[in-house]
């Protein structure tokens, strides 16, 4: 791992790492905002997942988020949205393929080489960062932003002994139901649907045990709310199986980052005040 960017910022420091991942084939790089308080110890670390066609820098530039971490005193890892490098299949599909890996474990050829972002956010990525940052692994939280906000819900769900907190801007909640979604999995994971459900927010509600509590925040401006995102199907499978899920629709805001930023310090406390009760 080769430390690529170092900067000071609120007290702490904004850190950006390359290294070669077994898991995806390829040179991948994270970014990594260590607060003030991790000079005296081990901190909560949260993780990061952006959305379609950005890359670790799109959070760390905009969203605003050190302020609010040095002050609840976390870590906020966030990787890259898909394998990367001249090797590594892509698409002319901006909604597809390189810097839309949807956060899972592709099955079909060519793309199941490279394209295990599932793997690679719940087990490569945290080993990486358990053995190099001073971090307590065991009070960790995911949220995320569109697809980001897709994949910090579905791998919450599927792993509440690794994740103590969820969140999500504009989470694309029912991907077998939007053409984002259908398109990716088809591609992805192939055209038997049984597949696609361990990756669809909506569905995996139903097999929930452990019930971690959701905070959702949505524009009602966002151009994507009715035909990709369609919070209400998330908001309908919450009601319907008894999961507790806050909603929050923001009028007037969009998909932009300047939404974000307008309520990352809401996000960063939810994961703050749970984590730090463990």
Not at 14 to 26: D, G, M, N, T
Not at 84 to 99: C, E, I, L, Q, T
């Amino acid at each position: 791992m080769q430390q690529i960017a170092s900067n000071k910022v609120f007290g702490g420091w904004q850190k950006r790492y390359r290294h070669q991942s077994q898991v995806l084939a390829c040179e991948m790089v994270f970014s990594v905002f260590l607060p003030p308080q991790a000079e005296q110890g081990a901190v909560p670390v949260l993780y990061w997942l952006s959305g379609l066609t950005c890359d670790d820098q799109n959070f760390v530039t905009k969203a605003g988020a050190q302020r609010y971490a040095a002050q609840y005193g976390v870590a906020i890892v966030a990787p890259d949205t898909s394998p990367r490098g001249d090797d590594v299949p892509d698409d002319d599909d901006w909604a597809f393929a390189k810097g839309a890996g949807f956060y899972l474990n592709a099955t079909e050829e060519p793309w199941s080489k490279n394209y295990q972002m599932y793997d690679y956010i719940v087990e490569e990525l945290p080993a990486l960062i358990a053995g190099s940052q001073p971090v307590d692994g065991s009070r960790s939280g995911i949220f995320g932003h569109s697809m980001g906000g897709h994949g910090a819900l579905t791998i919450a769900l599927k792993n509440t002994d690794r994740y103590h907190s969820v969140s999500a801007f504009s989470p694309i909640c029912a991907p077998m139901q939007c053409p984002w979604g259908e398109n990716a999995f088809t591609h992805y994971l192939g055209t038997d649907q049984s597949r696609w459900q361990n990756y669809d927010t909506s569905a995996l509600i139903a097999q929930a045990v452990k019930k971690l509590p959701l905070l959702i925040d949505q524009g009602d401006a966002d151009d994507f709310l009715s035909t990709q995102l369609k919070p209400e199907l998330l908001q309908a499978a919450c009601d319907d199986h008894g999961y507790p899920l806050t909603l929050r629709m923001q009028p007037g805001y969009d998909h932009s980052y300047y939404f974000i930023s307008s309520f990352i310090g809401d996000h960063i406390k939810h994961h703050a005040d749970i984590l730090s009760g463990l």
